[in-house]
């Protein structure tokens, strides 16, 4: 019991806690970021693949 009233006062799990929340954010931003530029990237490709067919 001495220990578990020694976790609830310890502040290392806050901390640990929030560094989780902060890197998931930073995770969830790179994924969005990479999926933006593959959207934008298969449109410029899908643009280039018309102008050729239509110059042929």
């Given at each position: ?7 609830m ?36 490709w ?11």
């Amino acid at each position: 019991m001495r220990k578990f009233y020694r976790l609830m006062r310890s502040t290392r799990a806050a901390t640990a806690v929030e560094y989780g929340l902060i890197l998931a954010l930073i995770f969830l931003a790179a994924v969005v970021s990479v999926g933006n530029f593959a959207n934008s990237a298969n449109g410029m490709w899908n643009s280039i693949s018309k102008a050729a067919e239509n110059n042929m």
